[in-house]
């Protein structure tokens, strides 16, 4: 059997991008005829410069300079690509990749971050298809070529953009964003029961999840926890992540009243969505894209520019989330919700409506499936 070698193009910006390439890797694992090469073009071959860029983009959490210059960069990609003064960006990688390519050899690109470079291959003689997964509800023209073969797409607006820089139909598909199957499982109200239980959460008490973030990019925990631990038939639950000292602080302070539950970092976070009636996080295209899957409405709070402030105002729009600035909005409006069944049920329905299931299949097969167009097409233009 004939393989097809794919290279797959991650990093490590974020933990969206790469947890979408393992989630197309184990879809990949099901096709005996693909073989797959996970490349992280950054972190090989350009380490100082991506450890400062990681570095600078955990600052824009910050108001401040770093905010306002990614700012720049992500709303005024469209001016900006099109600028000569552009081309080192552009171009940025674009040795090491064609020499990667000389190297394995493969038949077709998959990126899982805007790689751009990957969209001047034609200027190294090299004809390979490539593929994108934009893992955002929005897309700046970092994500969008002509010279892309397809573009999948987390939702039908994100066309809009395509369109603006010229894209025609063929090149994209709405496919969603992969994540991991247990994401899209349904449980029964008996399943839910048990975890709560497992959790020691009382089955009458409302139960809202605070996901912190392990750069603490969820700023004034300590508030919003005192906020919520002192309402009744409330129950808190908030998910560290690696913040270790966040962990200790909380648990110094508070002491563990009954409402409240502390954990580090989870593997299990399907299972505390699912006993949580509401959501306290940021808006990854991940995170909302698990939020759609479970069916769990979504507080996001203080969404910074960029892709994270479009996703919110996306899924805000669908009146699947209510945005944050503030601790007193933030406490507010989720409560607001929590209290108000009529429109709890709505956003469950609302946010539910945004899924789409069983993503890095759609994408494998979809990508197999024009991959075979594409071998065709050149022999017919021998």
């Keep these: 059997m004939e393989k097809i070698k794919i290279l797959l193009i991650t990093a490590p910006y974020g933990n969206g991008h790469l947890a979408v390439a393992n989630s197309l890797i184990e879809e990949f694992k099901k096709h005996l005829e693909v073989e797959y090469i996970l490349y992280d073009l950054y972190t090989e071959d350009y380490p100082a410069t991506t450890a400062f860029i990681k570095k600078f983009y955990l600052k824009t959490y910050r108001k401040g300079l770093q905010q306002q210059t990614y700012r720049f960069f992500y709303y005024g990609s469209d001016k900006l690509l099109d600028l000569k003064i552009a081309k080192p960006y552009v171009k940025f990688g674009f040795k090491k990749l064609v020499k990667k390519i000389e190297e394995i050899k493969p ?20 004809n390979i298809p490539v593929y994108t997964v934009i893992t955002d509800y929005f897309a700046n023209s970092n994500w969008i070529s002509k010279a892309a073969r397809i573009h999948y797409l987390a939702n039908q607006s994100v066309k809009t953009q395509l369109m603006l820089r010229d894209v025609n139909e063929k090149q994209h598909a709405t496919t969603g964003i992969p994540i991991k199957p247990i994401f899209y499982e349904e449980y029964t109200d008996e399943q839910i029961r048990e975890l709560k239980k497992k959790f020691r959460i009382d089955e009458n008490n409302k139960v809202i999840l605070l996901v912190a973030g392990a750069h603490g990019v969820v700023p004034n925990v300590n508030k919003i926890v005192k906020y919520f631990t002192d309402e009744e038939n409330i129950e808190l639950i908030v998910i560290c992540g690696k913040n270790k000292r966040l962990f200790n602080k909380l648990n110094r302070k508070f002491y563990r009243p009954k409402n409240l539950h502390i954990y580090e970092f989870v593997n299990n976070m399907q299972e505390f969505m699912r006993v949580s009636d509401i959501m306290i996080t940021k808006p990854g295209g991940i995170t909302m894209t698990e939020a759609a899957n479970i069916g769990i409405p979504v507080v996001l709070y203080r969404p910074v520019y960029g892709q994270e402030l479009e996703n919110a105002v996306f899924f805000s729009s669908k009146r699947a989330a209510m945005i944050a600035l503030q601790e007193d909005e933030l406490v507010y409006k989720t409560l607001t919700i929590l209290n108000d069944e009529e429109l709890l049920s709505d956003m469950k329905r609302n946010i539910k409506n945004l899924a789409i299931k069983n993503s890095a299949s759609l994408i494998v097969n979809n990508l197999l499936e024009d991959y075979q167009k594409f071998k065709e097409e050149i022999y017919e233009n021998k």
């Design 107 to 126: 038949d077709l690109i998959l990126n899982t971050f805007p790689v751009y470079c990957t969209y001047s291959l034609n200027e190294a003689n090299i």
